[in-house]
């Protein structure tokens, strides 16, 4: 599985970017997956957000709750990282990814097949 990220840049404090993770074309199990995982500087890599593939099962971590969206569109194969009230601590490099062995989905998982590259959002105050 490919997974291609895009969307991130400099925002400012409050901005509403939208990231993009599209995945190679093919069908996806009925177990798969996404997640969206960020790594600040000096900082674990953590998910922030996850959606399966079938359904929209979602669930976020604390601190992007209210604030980011996580959603898909299965006819593209994307899923996207809506991100709105940024704050500066939101600055980190955003990576997606998937797994098709997925039965609860949690941003507690740590085990994914299959990564994106990063890409950087950098939050300006």
């Known amino acids: 599985v490919q997974l291609q990220a895009s969307g991130g840049g400099l925002v400012q404090a409050g901005g509403s970017p939208r990231l993009s993770c599209a995945a190679s074309g093919r069908t996806f199990s009925r177990y798969a997956a996404v997640g969206w995982f960020r790594q600040a500087p000096g900082k674990e890599r953590e998910c922030v957000a996850a959606i399966s593939w079938q359904g929209s099962k979602t669930d976020y971590t604390d601190s992007v709750k209210g604030r980011f969206t996580i959603s898909k569109d299965n006819a593209k194969n994307t899923v996207y990282l809506q991100m709105n009230s940024l704050k500066p601590e939101d600055t980190a490099v955003y990576y997606c990814?998937?797994?098709?062995?997925?039965?609860?989905?949690?941003?507690?998982?740590?085990?994914?097949?299959?990564w994106g590259q990063g890409t950087q959002v950098t939050v300006s105050s």
């Open positions: 990814a998937l797994d098709e062995t997925i039965i609860v989905v949690s941003v507690t998982r740590k085990l994914w097949a299959s």
